[in-house]
């Protein structure tokens, strides 16, 4: 279902930072981070299933993230797949248009898709048909609405915050612990989307482990000052075991 937390402007050298889990079944085919063939564009991940993607950009800066709203109750069985808005995001010229998600969605199951480019992100949410513009500041998206004051997101985002005011030069392995919290919300601040209480406790932290679902991505983005790109990839397996690492950097195309 995925969890992002987005620094925009927060710190002198990196106008972006963008730090993200990615959680799906374990058995659900993926590929890791690369850039796609046929299209040596678009640096992303690949659902195998599917054929989409859950985050990417491209050498000129465009950039997509989806997240899956958490609600049972609506939940249509002959949904699009919501990886293909992603590659939408990322192959249109002109990215993906607000029309274009307005009057698409409907066809897909709950969600947010952060789109844009590095210098001008919004978020749009199709239960709630709203866009949200991405000004100076720090966000948190789960599963549910931008910011919404889930244990998991507040606690993120506090954490991306602070480390952006403190520190002037930014570690990859700071921002890697950030995600890698698997402290579960306590009983009472649980949000109630309609799961399980025992399912919802067991995906309440950023980081999950379960043995057939669970945080199998974290990926950092961070864009310098100076356009410089660089993306960091790891892969975890079941029990949350790392299993690959990648590291991409280019300067982004005018």
Sequence with gaps: MCILF????QH????????ANRDEFHAR??????WWEGNDGILAGKDLQAGGTWMGITKTGKFGALTNIRDPKRIKSNAKSRGELVLNALTEEN??????????R????????????????KVYNNFENTHSQLEQGV?????AALNSPWPKTTKGMEALSRYCQTQSNIEYEDLFTILRDDVKADDDKLPKTGVPYEWEKKI???????????????????????????????????????????????????
């Design 139 to 143: 966000y948190g998206l789960s599963n």
């Design 29 to 34: 085919p993926t590929q890791d981070s690369h």
């Design 204 to 254: 309440s932290s950023a980081f999950i482990v379960t043995p057939e679902y669970g945080t199998r991505t974290s990926t950092l983005l961070l864009v310098s000052k100076d356009r410089k790109v660089s993306w960091l990839e790891r892969n975890f397996d079941a029990e949350s075991n790392k299993t690959t690492e990648s590291h991409f950097d280019f300067e982004l195309q005018n």
């Design 106 to 121: 409907e066809d897909y199951n709950g969600y947010n898709l952060l789109h844009g480019d590095v210098d001008n992100l």
């Design 6 to 9: 987005i620094a925009v402007k």
């Design 12 to 19: 002198s050298d990196y106008p972006l930072i963008i730090a």
């Design 95 to 104: 990215g993906i248009s607000d029309h274009t998600l307005q009057s698409s």
